[in-house]
């Protein structure tokens, strides 16, 4: 069976490499910023912005989807014309017409599309969160549930494939099942329950700041499908013998406080170390990850940069197995410009471990009478990067 766009939504949907579970439209559409820049309403990305809210805010409610794919036309297109170019050999070898006997054309013809497996290759993330939040200054609280899968597909030529080919030509019979070359489908899906939790204090030499706590139960599973190209079947991904999970407690620790028109954030993420193994025996880590922001709000206007203060290395696999993410090392810049219900964001990301391009984020905000809010992302990169986030949310 030829791979589909379900296919590819189950194998890689997702925020750009850094997988961060409550990553929402508002934040994707900003450079994925909020650390420092966001208030309550995004609690998952920093849990002591839970703290900053206006005096008629009781409870936000929301739910988010966020997804990325970066090369999947080509990559969908190549597959599916590869099997198409396999199933025409073997029929044409099989037929063995006298009048329209297998060449060395149709070899070619087949060999070229086996060949380009080498260029094929699919990329993405996504996440999907639900949460609700009430603010306060004394001990502030939020419940979020969601997960995030990160995912590639990676599709390789194995150059012994031509002699099997090319003997068919002689010998007339051809066993597409003996093809050496193959597709991999690699996939971890985190879901997790979190318990959002939030205070401001005050110290006479620092004044005021909030600190911010998310302990939460995390569930890991690992999906890896191997096959023959001509076997590739999409409907193998979600069986047994491909699938292996695990489960365990984490924690995320965030810090909050401004000063005039600045605000500062820092946070870590997973600072439990959680490890799994795939079925090949891989071994595939969750890794504490930190990041800083400071933002800059006055009227209309927040500008805010964020940094990733290690290189993340979560879900890098060792250098000979089929590989998921790589190392990467994300600063993240956002503007926004607000008009009393009406929100307009732009962003950039770059890696400063040069292992990812660049991407470029646009988003719009409505929010009528600072009770509903929608909320529309996109980012673009190169070859083909590209995504879309939504988020409904309700003010009580």
Do not use: C
Request: hydrophobic content about 40%; aromatic content about 10%.
């Amino acid at each position: 069976m030829k791979l589909s766009v379900v296919s590819l939504a189950l194998m890689a949907i997702a925020a750009p490499a850094s997988a961060v579970v409550g990553m929402d439209a508002k934040s994707a559409g900003a450079g994925y910023t909020g650390i420092a820049s966001g208030d309550f309403t995004r609690a998952p990305l920093n849990p002591a912005l839970l703290t900053r809210f206006q005096e008629s805010d009781d409870l936000y409610i929301r739910l988010g989807v966020n997804a990325l794919a970066k090369e999947y036309e080509d990559a969908l297109d190549q597959v599916d014309d590869t099997q198409d170019a396999i199933e025409r050999f073997e029929d044409k070898i099989n037929a063995m017409d006298p009048n329209d006997p297998p060449t060395q054309a149709d070899a070619d013809a087949l060999l070229r599309e086996l060949e380009a497996l080498d260029n094929t290759r699919l990329v993405g993330e996504a996440n999907l969160d639900l949460g609700i939040f009430a603010p306060s200054k004394k001990l502030a609280w939020g419940l979020t549930i969601g997960g995030y899968v990160v995912g590639n597909g990676d599709f390789d030529y194995d150059d012994n494939d031509r002699v099997l080919v090319e003997q068919a030509l002689v010998t007339g019979v051809f066993d597409p099942d003996q093809l050496q070359s193959e597709g991999v489908a690699h996939a971890v899906v985190v879901s997790e329950v979190a318990l959002n939790l939030a205070r401001e204090f005050k110290l006479p030499s620092i004044g005021e700041f909030s600190v911010g706590v998310s302990p939460k139960y995390q569930r890991l599973d690992t999906y890896l499908y191997r096959a023959n190209i001509n076997n590739y079947d999409n409907d193998d991904y979600f069986e047994d013998e491909y699938l292996s999970d695990d489960s365990g407690f984490n924690l995320d620790l965030g810090f909050y406080k401004s000063y005039g028109n600045w605000r500062f954030g820092l946070v870590g993420y997973n600072l439990i170390k959680h490890s799994i193994d795939n079925v090949e025996g891989n071994t595939i880590s969750l890794e504490p990850t930190y990041a800083a922001a400071v933002a800059w709000q006055k009227g209309i206007f927040g500008a805010t940069v964020e940094a990733d203060l290690v290189e993340d290395e979560s879900f890098v696999v060792d250098s000979n197995a089929p590989q998921l993410l790589q190392p990467r090392q994300m600063v993240r810049t956002g503007l926004e410009l607000t008009w009393t219900h009406i929100q307009l964001r732009g962003g950039y990301v770059t890696d400063l471990s040069d292992n990812y391009e660049d991407l470029l984020t646009v988003g719009l905000g409505i929010t009528p009478w600072d009770s509903f809010s929608l909320d529309l992302a996109a980012q673009f990169g190169d070859d083909e990067e590209r995504g879309a986030a939504l988020q409904l949310g309700w003010k009580f």
